[in-house]
């Protein structure tokens, strides 16, 4: 089961990532966002492609839904964290990671 603590740790891990606040969330961001953390900890969006949002929804739908609205037919993904282990937190906050990072870096 992952944590807000875990979930920090690893996205500030992530090269060039920083952390601010985004409404009432925390955002963590390199060029631009690619994850928020709720204030309770409990959940965070990522924002990945719709095909991998497809994949992640399919295989581990007690972990991974779309956010309810035009951003999550974009691929911004809610992740239950208690429903992730820590390699699975690891991998997601990676690939979204990636998608936010600036060309030819």
């Known amino acids: 089961m992952a944590s ?3 979930f920090r740790r690893i996205a500030l891990s992530l090269d060039g990532t920083i952390e601010a606040p985004h409404f ?3 955002a963590f961001k390199v060029k631009r966002i690619y994850a928020t953390l709720a204030a309770d ?5 990522l924002m990945l492609t719709p095909a991998e ?3 992640k929804c399919t295989v581990a ?3 991974f839904c779309p956010v309810p609205n035009a951003w999550g037919q974009r691929g911004a993904t809610t992740a239950r964290l208690s429903a992730l282990k820590v ?3 690891r991998h997601a906050l990676k690939e ?3 998608r936010a990072l600036p060309h030819g870096r």
């Open 41 to 45: 900890g409990l959940t965070a969006n």
């Open 24 to 26: 009432d969330r925390t």
């Open 4 to 6: 807000a603590k875990q």
């Open 96 to 98: 979204a990671w990636r």
């Open 53 to 55: 949002q497809a994949l």
């Open 87 to 89: 390699p699975e937190l």
């Open 61 to 63: 739908p007690e972990a």
